[in-house]
């Protein structure tokens, strides 16, 4: 399949991306996992001994991180409809988790654990409709904040990816119901062109 003008860019800007190069350098499984060490350096999210979920891992750069952070006293769940290649000190658990039995798979390693922090880089296959991507990022946005709500300690903190643009307001909204403190955060490692940001909501109502 012959590449179009717009994928040959795209992968000359990943390519010489500093933040690829670097990734690369230091052994991360992607450039994402300094978008959660900027966020972590600055929030201290990843408290040694923590229970974390990382919804949409794969391949696994922010688990990476968390389960460095946590060290061995800690767990770190990770899940995604992809595969992941195995990460010493992390859980993988691999569905979508929009689907009852793998949050069930999901709640079953937990047990009785409290969570310290979620956190939800998860985005859909995009199909280049605006209005629909938006719609599907939410909805993940959404789960992940209802996940939140049930299984996170008091004092915990849910972080999430999602897009300006419709519905944006109105899920801010909705975690400023669930959170007492709720920032947005955009790291450096995201693209300047890129609407993603990621919402930060801490301590529960």
């Known amino acids: 399949m012959k590449r179009t003008r717009t994928s040959k860019a795209w992968m000359q800007e990943h390519v010489n991306d500093p933040f690829v190069q670097r990734a690369k350098k230091e052994g991360w499984r992607s450039r994402a996992a300094f978008k959660l060490i900027e966020i972590d350096d600055r929030e201290r999210l990843l408290r040694h001994g923590e229970t974390v979920v990382d919804l949409g891992a794969t391949p696994g750069g922010w688990s990476q991180v968390a ?4 060290g061995n006293g800690g767990l770190v769940v990770a899940l995604d409809l992809l595969d992941m290649e195995p990460i010493h000190g992390v859980t993988f658990i691999q569905g979508d988790f929009r689907e009852d039995d793998v949050l069930k798979r999901l709640e079953e390693v937990l047990g009785e654990r409290r969570v310290g922090l979620v ?31 049930s299984r996170l300690k008091p004092d915990g903190a849910f972080l999430v990816k999602v897009f300006q643009g419709s519905d944006y307001d109105a899920f801010l909204r909705a975690m400023r119901e669930v959170f007492r403190k709720v920032v947005v955060r955009k790291p450096e490692a995201s693209r300047d062109r890129s609407a993603e940001l990621y919402l930060l909501g801490r301590a529960l109502r």
Do not use: I, K, T, Y
């Not at 939800?120 to 280049?128: I, K, Q, R, T, W």
């Open 67 to 70: 389960a460095r952070r946590v």
């Open 119 to 149: 956190m939800s880089d998860m985005a859909p296959n995009m199909s280049g409709v605006p209005l629909v991507d938006q719609a599907r990022v939410m909805q993940l946005a959404e789960l992940g904040l209802d996940f939140s709500r």
